[in-house]
């Protein structure tokens, strides 16, 4: 059962309730207070009509032997009901009715017992239809019971009043039931739109959607709970978005570290295969040297990458210092020189001395990575390195021949799974060119790309001649 049928069901119940009780307490009440009224009237004419009885035997008009006799006793209790809506008996010391107003009503009830103990009785009896209010009180005489004088009164206009008074009730108390259960009924809603918005809320949280509020404006503990639940919403949101930046924090630096291994495996794949072709014993050893070098350097990377993984940290360790930025830079394109000679492209270097302050390490990757795409996306035949320096930076500019790129793909180049402009396959996975900008901003370096569709492209880097603030890469 839903609880707004429950609630309305307890207030219909409540008021019902209410109601029978309001009714018996004023049937009571009314009845209570009539009688009452009649009480005292009857004890007012009981005085009077003693008065008047004692006054004739005062008078000795007759005795007290001849008031309790059947010749006068029916004479005084018609004269002494004359002028009234009630009915006058009297009755003997052995509770015999002498005398009645009216012959046919001779009622005996416990009520002459009781007068002639010398108290006041009052009962409800009932004769022939008819209920009777009887209201008896002993005759005293010289300080001795002699009989008593019982009043009779018709409680049909009572009862008539009581059942008009009762009708009135009922219709009132139907109407006022009517009225609260609408009331109810309304309040019931107002107070229960909320708790349905609520649950309508909880549902759609239910199903993953955090972005949903509720608008509640009440001050009451609803609008509180309401707020709860908007607080509690924009806290779920937060702590989603806090997990997924943390997740995609570690996955790009997982993904741009496994990317990065790919490079000096090449190399070593690329070496191996040439000591097959090499003869003169200098050519293998630098071969081997090489070999050993991109695998320390493939070492390195699998150390760090385990030393991450332990400590629990995500990003890249960058640690900067004075190096020549030509000796760097040919490095690179000695262990580049195998790859480079197998796709038949004729490289062209002009190089001059920059002390630069930038992370060889580092470095290395970005030109492996920049070369590694010109070699795989460019379709060139002819390729130029060049170094130079000027009072800021040391500089090694790129260019290639080949088929060149336009302003899409210039704008998707370092954005990651641009799938509409850039082309992934085996070989390469669109993370080089977004690393390498990562990496030369985390040396305080930048890169600068300019290209046509048949022109060529000409990739520029820039390193700091000094150095600056630390800083560390966060993915």
Same mark, same amino acid.
């Given at each position: ?93 052995? @509770? ?163 990317? @990065? ?124 390195? @060049?170094?130079? @320096? ?86």
């Amino acid at each position: 059962m839903k609880l707004r049928n429950k609630m309305f069901i307890q207030h219909s119940l409540t008021i019902i309730m209410l109601l029978i009780v309001m009714y018996v307490v004023v049937q009571y009440s009314l009845s209570k207070g009539m009688l009452e009224k009649e009480t005292g009237t009857l004890n007012q004419y009981y005085t009077l009509h003693r008065i008047e009885t004692m006054k004739l035997i005062s008078d000795q008009k007759i005795s007290v032997d001849q008031l309790f006799t059947g010749n006068y006793a029916p004479f005084i209790a018609s004269h002494l009901s004359a002028n009234s809506n009630f009915q006058v008996q009297l009755f003997t010391k052995d @509770e015999t009715i002498v005398g009645s107003s009216d012959k046919s009503l001779l009622l005996k009830r416990s009520d002459i017992t009781s007068a002639l103990k010398g108290q006041t009785a009052t009962i409800i009896a009932q004769e022939n239809g008819t209920r009777y209010f009887i209201y008896a009180a002993p005759f005293t005489y010289q300080g001795e019971i002699v009989g008593g004088i019982r009043y009779l009164v018709d409680l049909g206009q009572h009862d008539a009043a009581l059942r008009e008074t009762r009708l009135w009730f009922i219709g009132v108390a139907l109407a006022c039931l009517l009225i609260s259960l609408l009331a109810g009924f309304s309040l019931s809603s107002a107070l229960l739109k909320p708790l349905h918005d609520l649950q309508r809320a909880l549902k759609h949280v239910a199903k993953g959607n955090f972005n949903i509020k509720i608008k509640q404006s009440s001050k009451d503990e609803i609008g509180e709970l309401s707020q709860d639940f908007n607080h509690m919403s924009d806290a779920l949101l937060h702590h989603i978005a806090l997990l997924e930046y943390e997740q995609n924090k570690q996955k790009k630096f997982y993904d741009n570290m496994t990317h @990065e291994l790919k490079t000096p495996l090449t190399s070593i794949i690329g070496f191996s295969n040439l000591i097959d072709k090499l003869q003169p014993n200098d050519d293998v050893r630098e071969s081997n040297s090489y070999i050993r070098k991109e695998s320390t350097r493939l070492l390195h990377m699998v150390e760090q990458l385990l030393h991450i993984s332990l400590t629990k940290q995500d990003g890249w360790n960058i640690q900067c210092k004075y190096v020549n930025l030509a000796e760097v830079a040919e490095e690179c394109l000695q262990i580049l020189q195998p790859t480079i000679a197998k796709s038949s492209i004729k490289l062209t270097v002009s190089k001059q001395s920059a002390i630069v302050y930038i992370d060889p390490l580092r470095t290395q990757q970005v030109i492996f990575n920049v070369i590694d795409n010109v070699l795989k996306h460019s379709a060139c035949s002819k390729l130029q390195v @060049e170094l130079r @320096e000027d009072a800021l930076y040391g500089i090694i500019i790129i260019t290639d021949n080949g088929k060149g790129m336009d302003a899409e793909q210039l704008a998707s180049l370092f954005k990651l799974n641009q799938k509409s402009s850039r082309t992934l396959s085996s070989n390469s996975y669109g993370l080089g060119m977004p690393l390498v900008k990562e990496l030369m901003e985390l040396q305080g370096g930048s890169i600068n790309i300019s290209s046509k569709p048949g022109h060529g492209t000409q990739v520029t880097l820039l390193f700091d001649k000094y150095e600056k603030k630390a800083s560390s890469y966060q993915v």
